[in-house]
């Protein structure tokens, strides 16, 4: 079955490019593709067409001149996944496209017609809710919330948290801890470590050419963890 993930955040700056450039890397020997919607910053389609090759990742502008999404034109996209050749795809919405998808799930009760639609063309949507720490915790939980309401269980839908932006180890496991206390499965990522590993990493993602064994070897087993946890986090 065909399967199409959407990562959504609306508060800007959390890290979707980053759960995105890991997960391009630990789909690029598979037949995934990559849709980038992400209008405001545009950081996807480069990057990660080094890691998977331009050919497997498009970029699509969904918002009309007054930054609004039409129901149709989300619709149609998902139709044109749906019947495209990959068999599994990701696509990244920038912060105004993430709201405009939770507007509509609000306003036009979009979940159950497409699960109906999807579900004919025998495919799967599957959503992750980037969260980031310190100020833009409570925003980005009320997203998320809100986006579980939405959808109102028709899709499955993962919490990820991007541990590096918590200021400490700590102090994102505690945050992390009052979540799962609220029911919420949340997935963890994004803790690159401190010192030379960091900046390895982050300069890594930046290159044309990323080659991971280029990376010393503190930066390789942080790289290695940090696919381990992408891996259990879309299996």
Known sequence: MKQINLVLQSKGGVGKSLFIWFVAQNQKEQKTNFIDLDESTGTSIGRL???????????????????????DVIMDLLEKLAKGKSENYYIDFGAPESAEFL?????????????????????????????????????C?????????????????TMVVNMGTFGGKETAEKAVEKLKELGIDCKQFGDLGS????????????????????????????????????QEIIS
């Open 195 to 230: 010192g030379g590993a960091v900046k390895e990493i982050i300069d890594l993602i930046s290159q044309p050419d990323p080659d991971p064994a280029s990376l010393g070897m503190m930066s390789r087993i942080m790289y290695r963890k940090k696919q381990q946890e992408i």
């Open 141 to 157: 939980v009320n997203y998320y919330n809100a986006v579980s309401a939405g959808i109102a269980g028709q899709f499955p839908i």
């Open 49 to 71: 067409g080094a890691v998977v090759g331009k050919d497997r990742v498009r970029s699509f502008s969904i918002l009309n001149e007054y930054k609004k999404m039409e129901r």
């Open 103 to 139: 507007r509509l799930l609000q306003e036009d009760d979009l979940a159950d017609e497409l699960r109906r639609e999807l579900a004919d063309m025998d495919t799967t949507l599957r959503l992750f809710v980037i969260i980031a720490g310190r100020d833009a915790l409570a925003s």
